[in-house]
């Protein structure tokens, strides 16, 4: 145990990242497999190979991070962002300040590019898009995707926007370009003002409760009124109004 608690001092003053502010249990599981996988045989001799190693932070980075992603994920929920979010969002501005944040390889802000599309020219699409690893973020840069990460596109947006080049499908230079990407940690890094939608999914279930109040009066901040939050699946907010938010459908949050 004290070890672990070594370990999470060290990686914090080394990255700025909090180990302390995710779930221990699921965390520590999934980086002990990954220093067991490599050979040693404590969390102390980990992090002074860590120390030395930019390939093994690398690693160690990609473990800790939750990097799967896939288009058009949970699809009923995009369908409502098109038809209900979009046009009320855009009836206010027609230029759209998004961010979509823990963006992980990259499939989230693409598909909220190609459904953007079906309301605005591409040309005047911009999506901010961050995530905390930068090997994530290279991938997405880089636009290329295993079959299965397109189950869920609808045919007629699969064949405009992603070129086969089998086994993978490459997607189209008009919707990258709507995407730019950076690094951001959420719980330490400043967040954007004036937003007018914020999607981020299937990430705060790896946080404490601690660190879900602190992102989510970030967000909230971040939101001009009558934003919208866009959270995942298994990530329903029961007290929307702690933080100023009332419900605008299901895992849609509009900011008061």
């Not at 979010?85 to 190609?114: H, Q, V």
Request: charged letters at 30%.
């Amino acid at each position: 145990m004290q070890d672990y608690i070594k370990f999470v001092e060290s990686i914090k003053k080394k990255t700025g990242i909090d180990l302390a502010l995710y779930k221990e249990a699921q965390m520590k599981r999934r980086l002990t497999s990954l220093y067991e996988k490599k050979g040693y045989k404590n969390f102390v001799s980990f992090f002074e190979a860590i120390d030395t190693d930019r390939d093994l932070l690398n690693e160690f980075l990609d473990r800790m991070t939750i990097n799967v992603s896939e288009f058009y994920r949970n699809s009923k929920r995009w369908e409502v962002l098109q038809q209900k979010i979009f046009p009320k969002l855009l009836a206010d501005n027609k230029r759209l300040k998004i961010w979509s944040a823990a963006c992980s390889t990259g499939e989230e802000p693409y598909t909220t590019a190609m459904v953007l599309s079906n309301h605005l020219p591409i040309s005047q699409i911009s999506i901010l898009a961050t995530d905390i690893d930068e090997n994530a973020i290279q991938r997405a840069k880089v636009g290329i995707y295993p079959e299965r990460s397109l189950a869920e596109v609808p045919l007629d947006m699969k064949n405009k926007y992603f070129e086969k080049q089998a086994p993978f499908y490459k997607i189209d230079d008009t919707i990258k370009r709507a995407v730019s990407f950076k690094k951001h940690n959420l719980l330490l890094d400043t967040y954007e003002r004036n937003l007018d939608l914020i999607i981020c999914r299937n990430v705060m279930i790896y946080f404490t409760e601690e660190a879900k109040d602190q992102i989510y009066q970030n967000f909230s901040k971040s939101l001009r009124p009558g934003g919208i939050l866009f959270v995942g699946s298994t990530e329903q907010i029961f007290n929307p109004t702690k933080y100023d938010f009332v419900t605008e459908d299901t895992f849609f949050y509009r900011k008061m």
